[in-house]
């Protein structure tokens, strides 16, 4: 009887596709002298190898100097902090509360960003830094203009051709002159 189910047992195993766990290897044991030759032989295989590449990486983002606050250095270390937060917030994923839902979302957004940011070189969020502390700026890029040819100016953006940024009170009055030069009668049709 005991024959009969071992070969029943032994038919079904190799029918299934589920394979028997593997047995953990041993430690292997090293003496000092061992050990020694082990850490040489990977010192000089790091000398041989050279600095670091950063291919994962791209390439207008490579040669960026040090000191600049998107370094991609600094944006790894981000990436690692917003992760560590994230895995604080798991549970107010699902949560009814929407404050710590909110965060949890804006948290993944932010990460997200960061690294299409290393991908492509792209920067697509408005706020940086490790706990997004700093707002980025607008710089006006081509020109836009009204109707009688003055040009168009936002609150906050950066123009190269007056060298500074536009404050609230420009930008108003820019609009109030455009508006008087508009003509409020309906087109005739």
Known sequence: MASKRN???????KASKIKPLKKARKKREFTEEQKAALV????KARAARGPAKNLS???????MPDDHPLHP??????????????????SAKDG??????????DTETYILNLQKYLQDG???DVRYGAERQSRSKYTCVVMAYHADGTPKRSPGVYYPD???EVTNEEAKEDYDRARKTISNKKRVR
């Open 57 to 63: 990486i791209h390439e207008s983002l490579r040669n």
């Open 7 to 13: 070969q029943m047992r032994e038919e079904i195993s």
């Open 122 to 124: 792209v920067y697509r």
């Open 73 to 90: 250095d600094k944006v790894k270390a981000w990436i690692k902090d917003q992760k560590l937060l994230l895995s604080g917030l798991r």
């Open 162 to 164: 007056i060298g500074r």
């Open 96 to 105: 009814k509360e929407p404050g710590p839902r909110k965060l949890f979302y």
């Open 40 to 43: 040489e032989r990977m010192a």
